[in-house]
């Protein structure tokens, strides 16, 4: 009888530790580490608020990959990450797969971002407008002399960070471009690339992610502008307003090729992940999206004290 209870009360010891091993090795809002990915083209933004986010709590770990979109979305259906920072929601298919394999599949709307078009300093046609863009991604615009009001001539190559990428696939679905074999397009294997490329090819247009060049305090930043101009872009060459993909256009809707960042979670619990997001929709991660040139959807609240004598 007594061997009975001893090996029960070992028993229920062992459980009680394992159970102690697994909370200390779950995460939550403020400790831990989890896995997540995010496309290139928000690499300056997604690092600064994982940074931030470690900087306020030191026991908390993101192993962030940046990769192309559909790899990261990819890597979420997997398992291989928690979260994915990208530009589009899960499709029907993607959403039901995720609810079956974690229960859970949420989706927020975290920024607005714009696709800006780059060209070379020396460059004087900085205008354009959505109608001569889509002409060039079905191959009927080949030339800058035929640009309205265009200064040069040559051939127009157009310079993408990843065949994959959200900002090749942005104009692919807006322009329903099913073949590109009629458009001179490379890739440069990163949006930093695409800007050195951009200042080394006059005739080249480049397309980024606008937070890589818009922290105007940033170093990095200051010196990947160098060299470059960002396009000004209007809907048709009918209208004088021609629009820039930096936050005053956003957040009013006149930039045409705006686009939304999504995040979107399989975690279950009330983890790291959630504490990020937390953060990002109701703390100090709203200000730093804007320093970072894109637009909060849940705007960061200042409190303003007046006092009167």
Same mark, same amino acid.
Request: include cysteine; proline fraction near 3%; aromatic fraction near 8%.
């Given at each position: 009888?007594?061997?009975?209870?001893?090996?029960?009360?070992?028993?229920?010891?062992?459980?009680?530790?394992? #159970?102690?091993?697994?909370?200390?090795?779950?995460?939550?809002?403020?400790?831990?580490?989890?896995?997540?990915?995010?496309?290139?083209?928000?690499?300056?933004?997604?690092?600064?608020?994982?940074?931030?986010?470690?900087?306020?709590?030191?026991?908390?770990?993101?192993?962030?990959?940046?990769?192309?979109?559909? $790899?990261?979305?990819?890597?979420?259906?997997?398992?291989?990450? *928690?979260?994915?920072?990208?530009?589009?929601?899960?499709?029907?298919?993607?959403?039901?797969?995720?609810?079956?394999?974690?229960?859970?599949?949420?989706?927020?709307?975290?920024?607005?971002?714009?696709?800006?078009?780059?060209?070379?300093?020396?460059?004087?046609?900085?205008?354009?407008?959505?109608?001569?863009?889509?002409? +060039?991604?079905?191959?009927?615009?080949?030339?800058?002399?035929?640009?309205?009001?265009?200064?040069?001539?040559?051939?127009?190559?157009?310079?993408?960070?990843?065949?994959?990428?959200?900002?090749?696939?942005?104009?692919?679905?807006?322009?329903?471009?099913?073949?590109?074999? *009629?458009?001179?397009?490379?890739?440069?294997?990163?949006? $930093?690339?695409?800007?050195? $490329?951009?200042?080394? *090819?006059?005739?080249?247009?480049?397309?980024?992610?606008?937070?890589?060049?818009?922290?105007?305090?940033?170093?990095?930043?200051?010196?990947? #502008?160098?060299? +470059?101009?960002?396009?000004?872009?209007?809907?048709?060459?009918?209208?004088?307003?021609?629009?820039?993909?930096?936050?005053? %256009?956003?957040?009013?809707?006149?930039?045409?090729?705006?686009?939304?960042?999504?995040?979107?979670?399989? $975690?279950?619990?009330?983890?790291?992940?959630?504490?990020?997001?937390?953060?990002?929709?109701?703390?100090?991660?709203?200000?730093?999206?804007?320093?970072?040139?894109?637009?909060?959807?849940?705007?960061?609240?200042? %409190?303003?004290?007046?006092?009167?004598?």
């Amino acid at each position: 009888m007594r061997k009975a209870v001893l090996q029960m009360v070992l028993a229920g010891c062992c459980l009680w530790m394992g #159970s102690c091993r697994s909370g200390e090795e779950a995460d939550n809002p403020t400790r831990g580490t989890v896995k997540i990915a995010a496309d290139e083209a928000f690499q300056p933004v997604i690092h600064a608020l994982t940074q931030a986010y470690e900087a306020l709590y030191p026991r908390a770990h993101f192993e962030v990959s940046y990769r192309p979109e559909q $790899e990261a979305i990819l890597a979420l259906l997997q398992d291989s990450v *928690r979260m994915v920072f990208v530009t589009r929601p899960l499709s029907e298919n993607e959403h039901a797969m995720l609810l079956q394999q974690a229960s859970t599949a949420k989706t927020h709307k975290i920024a607005v971002d714009g696709v800006a078009l780059i060209v070379g300093k020396e460059n004087a046609d900085t205008l354009i407008t959505v109608t001569e863009v889509e002409a +060039i991604f079905k191959g009927e615009i080949t030339d800058w002399s035929q640009l309205a009001g265009s200064k040069r001539s040559g051939v127009i190559d157009l310079i993408f960070d990843d065949a994959n990428s959200s900002n090749l696939l942005y104009f692919k679905n807006r322009f329903q471009i099913g073949d590109f074999s *009629r458009v001179r397009i490379s890739v440069a294997g990163s949006n $930093e690339k695409v800007i050195r $490329e951009v200042q080394n *090819r006059p005739g080249s247009i480049g397309f980024i992610g606008m937070n890589w060049i818009s922290d105007a305090k940033e170093t990095g930043s200051i010196e990947r #502008s160098g060299g +470059i101009q960002v396009m000004r872009v209007a809907e048709n060459a009918d209208t004088s307003a021609y629009y820039l993909p930096f936050q005053e %256009d956003l957040s009013n809707g006149k930039y045409p090729f705006a686009r939304l960042l999504y995040a979107i979670s399989r $975690e279950a619990h009330a983890g790291l992940a959630g504490g990020l997001l937390t953060y990002i929709a109701r703390d100090v991660g709203g200000l730093l999206i804007m320093k970072m040139g894109l637009v909060p959807t849940v705007p960061y609240n200042r %409190d303003v004290i007046l006092k009167t004598e």
